[in-house]
T-cell receptor, first 115, second 113 residues
Framework: DTGVSQDPRHKITKRGQNVTFRCDPI?????LYWYRQTLGQGPEFLTY????????KSRLLSDRFSAERPKGSFSTLEIQRTEQGDSAMYLC?????????????FGDGTRLSIL | AQSVTQLDSQVPVFEEAPVELRCNYS??????LFWYVQYPNQGLQLLLK??????LVKGINGFEAEFNKSQTSFHLRKPSVHISDTAEYFC???????????FGTGTRLQVFP
């Protein structure tokens, strides 16, 4: 059973650099979500896709953040001109399409550290 | 707006003792409720969910939770914990009309031998 896969697991970069993370959802799942988790907090919703369509974006997703899911399979999350406050764990989740009662399955996350 | 409150940031307990992790939510509409567990440097794993029906929900690893609509609570319980239950536990809610999960701040369960 292949779960949600995220790459890389860890990313260390200097302030001002651009970073890109990848998420591969469970193959039959149409919905894909991105969350951000800072130390000592619960995950916060960033955005989600139904196939290739981005259906909702949080106000947390500033114009430096962009997410894509071009073919409705894997997704990328890019952060431009990184800032210290971007240091966090970025979690990806997927679920089957349908109503919101379908549980979301999470990957192990990408931990971003900004120097 | 919805919110989730986990009343205890840390819960220390001895092995084989019972434990309850508290969760309260606020929402003016019907919601779905979830408990997730997170082990160090890992993602979240679903423990159990409440969608409708019986208010007592059983999950994996011997955990259960009870939905109490009048008290807007969804407390997680286990009758006898194990060292391996040491982890961070998150309560989450989603409305029936939206997919995004709203999480509490988490409760760290520390089981001592």
């Amino acid at each position: 059973d292949t779960g949600v896969s995220q790459d890389p697991r860890h990313k260390i970069t200097k302030r001002g650099q651009n970073v890109t993370f990848r998420c591969d959802p469970i193959s039959e799942h149409n919905r894909l979500y991105w969350y951000r988790q800072t130390l000592g907090q619960g995950p916060e919703f960033l955005t989600y896709f139904q196939n290739e369509a981005q259906l909702e974006k949080s106000r947390l997703l500033s114009d430096r953040f962009s997410a894509e899911r071009p073919k409705g399979s894997f997704s990328t999350l890019e952060i431009q001109r990184t800032e210290q406050g971007d240091s966090a764990m970025y979690l990806c989740a997927s679920s089957p399409s349908g109503s919101s009662n379908q549980p979301q399955h999470f990957g192990d996350g990408t931990r971003l550290s900004i120097l | 707006a919805q919110s989730v409150t986990q009343l205890d940031s840390q819960v220390p307990v001895f092995e084989e003792a019972p434990v309850e992790l508290r969760c309260n939510y606020s929402s003016s509409v019907s919601v779905y409720l979830f408990w997730y567990v997170q082990y160090p440097n890992q993602g979240l794993q679903l423990l159990l969910k409440y969608l409708s029906g019986s208010t007592l929900v059983k999950g994996i690893n011997g955990f259960e939770a009870e939905f109490n609509k009048s008290q807007t609570s969804f407390h997680l319980r286990k009758p006898s914990v194990h060292i391996s239950d040491t982890a961070e536990y998150f309560c989450a809610v989603t409305r029936q009309s939206t997919d995004k999960l709203i999480f509490g701040t988490g409760t760290r369960l520390q089981v001592f031998p």
